[in-house]
């Protein structure tokens, strides 16, 4: 929840940056650079409002080269990390995936995992499209 002294939807730097999977100087240079408006607030910290930031994030998001790449998608959750854990069953292989902050678990066949050479430490991004998201309010 935010402070009471300011509006709910302004984020001091590290809030964003916390929001985004970036470190505060990340953040900060963003601003500096004149990618993301900040005003500052009656103590001198830098505020960022929730719209911008929010914008800031789609332009983030987008899939870069996706269809450069030659794979374009109607998924659109994309989460790029690194294999953290992969166990192997007789058919199926659950495959965790650590992507900034976000641990993401999946189901897929043994067979895929080892086409797609899942072992700890590999690069992969996990693509989501889903019917069914729960959105819970922070």
Not at 40 to 57: M, N, P, T, V
Not at 75 to 86: C, E, K, L, Q, Y
Not at 89 to 112: K, M, N, T
Request: proline share 6%.
């Amino acid at each position: 929840m935010g402070q009471p002294d300011r509006p709910v939807n302004n984020y001091r730097i590290g809030e964003a940056a916390a929001m985004l999977g970036v470190s505060a100087d990340t953040m900060r240079r963003w601003v500096d650079a004149g990618r993301l408006a900040a005003e500052r607030d009656e103590h001198g910290h830098r505020i960022i409002a929730g719209a911008q930031l929010a914008a800031f994030a789609r332009e983030l998001a987008k899939p870069e080269n996706a269809e450069a790449e030659g794979r374009p998608s109607s998924a659109r959750n994309r989460f790029p990390g690194i294999v953290t854990d992969v166990i192997l069953g007789d058919v199926a292989a659950q495959v965790e995936i650590q992507a900034g902050p976000f641990r993401v678990v999946s189901l897929i066949s043994r067979e895929s995992a080892e086409e797609l050479n899942l072992v700890p430490g590999a690069p992969a991004t996990a693509v989501i499209k889903s019917t069914n998201v729960v959105v819970e309010r922070s």
